[in-house]
């Protein structure tokens, strides 16, 4: 029985993984559970699935969730709370959003545990830091991001030969297009809030629903594969799919370019890393090939959407500036869904971030925690001059 710690309980990618292990109750057992203030539903998942630990990120909510769960449980809190649940289990899965996930990231690795990674912000802002510590024994990291999962999937033989590096031509990750591909300049320039959320395919939280209609979080997924796979920016291509069933491919270098296709279910990624190298036997997002299925692919409009550009640039700098633009691209979100600033905007104070970007190096923690607070003050900065008003 493998035990599993889910941290980030309560958002998409934690709800999906105890739907697998629901699903596979004979395979996984819930070792710990964690939330930052879903107070309620992480209460239900508790009593449900009966974890030894259990963290609230919240400190003021501290005092109720342990009067709520069951005895035995024991009840921790804060982001040490997550970062001690980081060690609790076999498998840790980090769906915690945003940058607060990077504690759990370097956790579950020194702790010699398989990461479930599905926060890729901690991943992207603290690359030179996560690599080194992929080497400690035990340690594992199997990537959750659809797309992803699907490389890891299509280059698994090729790593198990230590041929990778060798054969790949490049790597190339699909994009659905988000909501408004096809949309033209003026169109983009009126995309209200609930315009940005109403994402085609994926069901996921509104900070990645809105990176996914900017194709930031494609620019964040090209960063990451970059990391993962030590694959160089040229070798890393992004087509659009709107379709969602390719979820992404490998090109080889004798012509052959393998991909890995479902439909829609993240699921899919969730048990692949759960059972690694094993699989699962219950079926998410199969594909009926009795029925017609349609795919088509096409360039991205850069010029419409910017945000990818600007992660390519930023990964081709390397050092701290994933980390700048992470932090600039939460707080230009951050504007957006507040209202104070428009869609298109957001690249707007994303790449006006990135020119006071400052080059220090990423050699530590604290480094990268500097990079992303200085990117966010920069878009703060931006958003506060009287300029911002009319972007």
């Not at 449900?48 to 003021?60: C, L, N, S, T, Y």
């Not at 790597?171 to 995309?191: D, I, K, M, Y």
């Amino acid at each position: 029985m493998t035990t599993v710690a889910v941290l980030g309980s309560t958002g998409s990618i934690g709800t999906q993984t105890l739907d697998v292990v629901r699903a596979q109750q004979d395979k996984f057992q819930i070792e710990s559970l964690a939330a930052w203030s879903s107070l309620e539903l992480l209460v239900a998942q508790v009593r449900e699935f009966r974890p030894k630990q259990v963290a609230i990120g919240r400190e003021d909510l501290f005092e109720e969730l342990r009067r709520l769960v069951p005895s035995g449980t024991e009840v921790l809190t804060g982001p040490l709370g997550f970062e001690e649940l980081a060690g609790s289990a076999d498998v840790i899965v980090n769906g915690v959003v945003g940058f607060a996930g990077l504690g759990v990231t370097l956790s579950s690795l020194s702790a010699g545990k398989r990461l479930a990674l599905a926060n890729k912000e901690s991943l992207i802002a603290a690359g030179p830091l996560v690599q080194p510590m992929r080497a400690i024994p035990g340690a594992e990291l199997i990537p959750v991001d659809s797309e992803h999962c699907a490389l890891h999937q299509c280059l698994r033989a090729d790593l198990e030969l230590g041929n990778s590096s060798r054969y790949l031509r490049e790597l190339v990750l699909t994009a659905s297009g988000g909501p408004f591909r096809g949309w033209n300049e003026e169109q983009l320039a009126s995309v209200t809030v609930n315009d940005a959320l109403n994402h085609p395919t994926w069901s996921m939280g509104p900070k990645i629903t809105i990176d996914s209609s900017t194709l930031m979080n494609k620019g964040l997924e090209v960063i990451e594969a970059h990391e993962l796979f030590g694959v160089g920016y040229d070798d890393i291509k992004v087509v659009v799919h709107p379709q969602s069933i390719v979820h992404s491919m490998a090109s080889f270098v004798d012509g052959t370019t393998i991909a890995q296709l479902s439909k829609p279910d993240m699921r899919l990624p969730i048990g692949y890393a759960l059972a690694f190298p094993e699989r699962i036997d219950t079926e998410f997002g199969a594909l009926d090939w009795d029925a017609a299925i349609s795919m088509d692919f096409e360039p991205p409009n850069l010029d419409s959407f910017p945000c990818l550009g600007l992660a390519f640039d930023a990964g081709r700098l390397g050092e701290t500036a994933p980390a700048w633009l992470n932090g600039a691209n939460e707080a230009a979100v951050a504007g957006f869904l507040q209202g104070s600033i428009s869609w298109t905007g957001i690249a707007a104070a994303i790449s006006a971030s990135l020119d006071k970007y400052d080059g220090e190096r990423a050699d530590c923690v604290e480094s990268v925690i500097r990079a992303d607070q200085r990117g966010r003050e920069c878009v703060e900065n931006f958003l506060a001059d009287k300029s911002a008003k009319n972007v």
